[in-house]
T-cell receptor, first 114, second 114 residues
Framework: AQSVSQHNHHVILSEAASLELGCNYS??????LFWYVQYPGQHLQLLLK??????LVKGIKGFEAEFIKSKFSFNLRKPSVQWSDTAEYFC????????????FGIGTKLQVIP | EADIYQTPRYLVIGTGKKITLECSQT?????MYWYQQDPGMELHLIHY???????EKGDLSSESTVSRIRTEHFPLTLESARPSHTSQYLC??????FGTGELFFGEGSRLTVL
């Protein structure tokens, strides 16, 4: 079975700082990778996804993530965070093909200070 | 904006009561899921459904039950609530085929059992 590890559980940044949230997964085959975001009081929503092709994927609100297959990693980045990025971020993985369950990481709470 | 709806959003109930958490989606998705989310923990899949009359237990053992009589409706029932059932329950759905794994979430039902 697959698993997901998020290294930072709570991150505090000042506005305009750069962000990188780590995510590693364990699974021997081909995977789909996701970052979900949960803003305070709102539902979980997709931030970006990787299925195949260019390993650098761009999502909403200036976020991007890079899939490094050799490192089993899918780190989330943003060059300059805003106060409105304060949220909880979840990395998720599911094996490609057929019905495969999605496994989530523990989440990283990001607090951006104005 | 989510097209998946959960009610109630908040519920406080006494031990031994029967409760049903409702989940409906208007996207025509075949696959639906229930996740349990506790603070500081990853989301745990407790139930899923491939389609009408199909239900399966997820990775985390749960005393709850689910039913899928209509495509759009996936309610979760606890016959006799206990304090250990206190948690947030998230309902989600996804398309079949390409895009499987991209989940659409409701806003959650936060259950407190006294």
């Amino acid at each position: 079975a697959q698993s997901v590890s998020q290294h930072n559980h709570h991150v505090i940044l000042s506005e305009a700082a750069s962000l990188e949230l780590g995510c590693n997964y364990s699974y021997g085959g081909t995977v789909n990778l996701f970052w979900y975001v949960q803003y305070p009081g709102q539902h979980l929503q997709l931030l970006l996804k990787y299925f195949s092709g260019d390993p650098l994927v761009k999502g909403i609100k200036g976020f991007e993530a890079e899939f490094i297959k050799s490192k089993f990693s899918f780190n989330l980045r943003k060059p300059s965070v805003q106060w409105s990025d304060t949220a909880e971020y979840f990395c998720a993985v599911n094996p490609s093909g057929g019905y495969q369950k999605v496994t989530f990481g523990i989440g990283t709470k990001l607090q951006v200070i104005p | 904006e989510a097209d998946i709806y959960q009610t109630p959003r908040y519920l406080v109930i006494g031990t031994g009561k029967k409760i049903t958490l409702e989940c409906s989606q208007t996207m025509g998705h075949d696959k639906m899921y229930w996740y349990q989310q506790d603070p500081g923990m990853e989301l745990h899949l407790i139930h899923y459904s491939y389609g009408v009359n199909s239900t399966e237990k997820g990775d985390l053992s749960s005393e709850s039950t689910v039913s899928r009589i209509r495509t759009e409706h996936f309610p979760l029932t606890l016959e006799s609530a206990r304090p250990s059932h206190t948690s947030q329950y998230l309902c989600a759905s996804s398309r079949t085929g390409f895009g499987t794994g991209e989940l659409f979430f409701g806003e959650g039902s936060r259950l407190t059992v006294l």
